[in-house]
């Protein structure tokens, strides 16, 4: 089958979204299971995709017009974009799944709407090869996140979305800024080419230029200072909607700023931008880990556990050798599965329960007992426990860390797990042991969810092989620039 | 006033930065490398004349897609942010007869200079985004002069939808037809209007495709502003 | 130094994210943001410019080696589009944020939120 057809993970969503309007006539029923459809067709496409980038073991590139890269865009789908987009459609799928009973506030159809072209924007930020297509991408997500951010109409909601929106707006600018340094001092906007002529740039105008695409990515990716926005966008977001947004949405903007860094190699003035951006993910760590153990409402909670974790995923990214990029990929991995499990059961609880305090989860061992046991796998998960996956992915980060030279940052990242582990065994505890309550009904799709998403978990922290695998050569692809420009068909573009 | 002084001088580092970057790039410069392959190719490998155009539309084109998108997501959010039950105008003030008389003149003019944009957008400065936007400036001009006016919502969102598939379903023609998305064929595959460059028949897909641009974004402006000028009905 | 248009748009971005930062008004935030974005696509188009050469439409009598680079010209049109959609969704977020709290200072409504 011609790998052109990979062009149908972009064209699939966006079509379907387009028809929407026109099958408002079938009602909320039919729009939900048109939801599940849609995305259950587009995990099947990402599938096969996946399927072909491993066993063959070379990249598609799609290029969109028959132009040859850099004249035309191209999708570069490697191991790592190969193994996302499959990340973000499934999890696309179990999040339509669970809109069925969570989602009650109209309009539905816009609702859809919105939900498949947020799946359509991660999946193109991770697929692309040019930057500028980055950038459209990139506002795709952004702008769906914020009408998304503002669906429950509260005032919180609406308050939580302009603090996003501005901080967003801000980003924006500050990444075209950049784009028109690196743009005006090489001439193309393909990444491939980029990183060939790389060295010619002019140190001042790459590590400006290089800074200025870090800060609007780094609204995306929640790195301190510009991540004011999310403890407030999580709560305030329909519970399916933060699932999106912790699962995938900021992976899509850690793989963004991954990616330009290593493209840009060989610039000379390259370490200083790694010291900055060091910099900003060990700050993020600290002041979330902080902030989250004063939190009485649960999923803000949560939301700034995963606030930590990505400034971990960040600091592992940036220490500039492929041992660091490995880990990071690998914790993405597994930070992905954790992150959707539990803000899936904190959000069922949600719904059933009607609130998300630390209150209504007291006695949820014998009120919900499923759901109690696949949210302890998660929060033990989280913490780095031993026999569970992200044991293995925070080891390699601290590995990695103490063989760049960076001692201190380690410390720092071992203190904030133990602060971690503080609030998420209060947690447990008080799902377990305080607290009474009658039997709920759990419902049947979900739980099947909730037990599939903790199965992996514990099988990933068992036989952890498997996935490091794939993160390794995920990992190479971000890493290894030279066989990235080999795999491109750049075409000669003239004196 | 300390806050303003944090601000003011943050910021003057900022821009003191930038302009260091900024001098490694000289204003006036000759430092095209893609840019002068498009200008030398434009008229041989996609028939339009207007440079800027037959970048994105067609070596480009994936970004256009994209930017129809963000349209549709903000037109789609500004409906589902400012959703009611029942909503209806709430202008009190009539239009000057002036303003009425004046809009009636007016607005067939509109819109056939909107079309004229769009249908030349090969040809001359402008394309779909422009000529839908002069589009929507009738349908404003006809809310700002009739307090009763409204444009036929579900129609327009219908228009809106179909217009969008239209183009993704361009590109899949290219796909099936040639192998890759959004290829043009009309230009490269059946190569009509080769000997006419210069002229209204030419440029491949370039005018279709902006032809629906133009209803997607003139519908869509219409429909935001049908949105924003509504309040809801209290029973 | 630096030429006069690039240091005009960096000007408006600086005098963009001023208002940004320190107007308390949501709308007055939200202007500052939009000629944030007007400075951003100015230095855009300024950076394509190319000395003694015109504008990229080749009609009689401009060559392809009297044009200016038309490519920054073609990511303006795309990222005016995104500053629109952004606005406008901005917009309709205000509209809400008066209809709950009933005033667009950022201070009230944060004490009003508690």
Redo the contacts between chains.
Sequence with gaps: MNVQYASLLIALPLISAFFVPLIKRAGEKGIKAYLVIITAIQAGIAGWVFNTVYTTGKPIIVMAGAWKPPVGIDLYIGHFAALFVLIVAVISFFTAVFSIWSMKVQPIDKYAMLLLLLMLGATGMIATGDIFNLFVFMEITSITAYALTAYNKTGEAAEASLKYMILGGIGSSFFLIGLTLIYGSLGTLNMAQIAQLAGNMNPMVAQVGLALIIFGLAVEAELFPLNAWAPDAYQAAPHAITVMFSAFVVKAGLYAIARLLYLMQAVESWHNVLKLLIAMATLTVVVAEFAALRQRDVKRMISYSSISQVGMIAFALALGTQAGVDAGVFHMINHAIVKALLFLGVGYVGVKLGGTAIEDFQGLGRRMPLTAFTLTVGSLAAVGIPLFNIFWSKIRILIAGVQAGYTWGVALILGASVVEAVYYLRFIHTMWFVGEGERVREGLAISLILLFLAALVIVIGVYPNYAWNLAQKAGSDIFNVGQYIKNVPLMGVGA | ML??AL??IT??I??Y????????????????????????H??AQTGA????TA??V??????????V???????????????RRKKERTAKTKGSIVLTTGTRLLVPFIIVFGAYIFIHGH???G?G?PGGATIATAFLLLYLAFTQYEIPHKAF??T???A??SY??V??I??VL???????WIW?QWHWGINNV?RLFSGGFIPIIYTLIAIKVGTELSG?ID??LKEEVRE | MISAYYFGAISLVLIGLYAVLVKKNVLKILIGLSIMESGVNLLLVSIGYISGRSAPILSEGIGPNQAVDPIPQALVLTAIVIGVATTALALSAAIILYEKYGTLNVEEIRRLRG
């Design positions: 806050k303003r601000a003011i910021l003057l900022i821009g930065w930038i302009a260091q970057g900024l001098a490694g790039v000289p204003f006036g410069q000759d430092r095209m490398l893609v840019g002068q392959y498009y200008l030398d434009v008229k004349i207007n440079v800027v970048i994105v067609n070596y480009r084109g994936f970004d256009t897609l994209g930017e998108t963000v349209l549709f997501i903000a037109s789609t959010g500004v409906g589902a942010l400012l959703w040809l001359t400065p394309g985004f969102e219908q809106e939808g179909v969008g598939m993704v379903l590109g899949l290219g796909l040639g192998s890759y998305f959004l290829y043009d490269q210069g935001i949105n924003m």
